[in-house]
C-alpha cells in the first residue's frame, strides 16, 4: 500500500491498512513530521517526506501495490499520478469530487495519457460516496481496494 498524501485521511489509512497486514508506505509533504510521531503510525510505516515536486524514484510498486492519493493540494496529483499510470499498480486511488475528478483526467489526457490509462484510476477513491470521516473513508477505500484485488485475482 503506497499512501501519498497528508492530514487525517492519510493517517487513518495508513493505520488500517497496516493492521490489515498490508506493508505501508506513506509519501507526504508534511512539513511537521511530529503529526506523524503523535498519530500511533506503527514503526513498521515507512514514511518518506516529499520536499520537491519531483518524486522520488524508490516508490518500489509491483502488481500487488495499491496506491492511493489522499491530497486536497491538487498540484501533488499530477506528477504522482504521471508516476503511478507509469507502473504496475493494480490500484490507483484518488479522493475529491466527481467534478475533481473529471478535471485530473482532462488534465490527462491534455497530456496524452489515454482513456485506458485514466480508467484505471478510481475517483473519487472508495465504495461509499462523500465520505467526510477520516475513519470512514479509509473503510470505504480499503473495501474498494480489496474489491478491486479480488476481481483481479478471478
Given at each position: 500500500?503506497?499512501?501519498?498524501?497528508?492530514?487525517?485521511?492519510?493517517?487513518?489509512?495508513?493505520?488500517l491498512?497496516?493492521?490489515?497486514?498490508?506493508?505501508?508506505?506513506?509519501?507526504?509533504?508534511?512539513?511537521?513530521?511530529?503529526?506523524?510521531?503523535?498519530?500511533?503510525?506503527?514503526?513498521?510505516?515507512?514514511?518518506?517526506?516529499?520536499?520537491?515536486?519531483?518524486?522520488?524514484?524508490?516508490?518500489?510498486?509491483?502488481?500487488?501495490?495499491?496506491?492511493?492519493?489522499?491530497?486536497?493540494?491538487?498540484?501533488?496529483?499530477?506528477?504522482?499520478?504521471?508516476?503511478?499510470?507509469?507502473?504496475?499498480?493494480f490500484?490507483?486511488?484518488?479522493?475529491?469530487?466527481?467534478?475533481?475528478?473529471?478535471?485530473?483526467?482532462?488534465?490527462?489526457?491534455?497530456?496524452?495519457?489515454?482513456?485506458?490509462?485514466?480508467?484505471?484510476?478510481?475517483?473519487?477513491?472508495?465504495?461509499?460516496?462523500?465520505?467526510?470521516?477520516?475513519?470512514?473513508?479509509?473503510?470505504?477505500?480499503l473495501a474498494?481496494?480489496i474489491?478491486?484485488?479480488?476481481?483481479?485475482?478471478?
Open positions: 500500500m503506497r499512501i501519498a498524501g497528508h492530514g487525517a485521511d492519510c493517517l487513518a489509512l495508513a493505520r491498512c497496516h493492521a490489515s497486514g498490508f506493508v505501508t508506505r506513506i509519501q507526504t509533504p508534511s512539513e511537521d513530521m511530529a503529526d506523524y510521531s503523535t498519530a500511533n503510525i506503527p514503526a513498521e510505516v515507512e514514511i518518506k517526506r516529499l520536499t520537491a515536486r519531483t518524486l522520488p524514484d524508490d516508490h518500489e510498486d509491483d502488481r500487488w501495490t495499491a496506491f492511493v492519493l489522499l491530497f486536497h493540494q491538487h498540484e501533488w496529483e499530477g506528477p504522482l499520478l504521471r508516476q503511478a499510470l507509469s507502473g504496475p499498480a490500484y490507483i486511488g484518488a479522493v475529491g469530487s466527481r467534478r475533481t475528478h473529471d478535471i485530473r483526467c482532462e488534465a490527462l489526457r491534455s497530456d496524452g495519457y489515454s482513456d485506458a490509462d485514466i480508467s484505471r484510476i478510481h475517483g473519487p477513491v472508495g465504495l461509499v460516496p462523500k465520505m467526510r470521516d477520516a475513519s470512514m473513508l479509509a473503510i470505504s477505500i474498494e481496494l474489491t478491486a484485488h479480488h476481481a483481479r485475482s478471478q
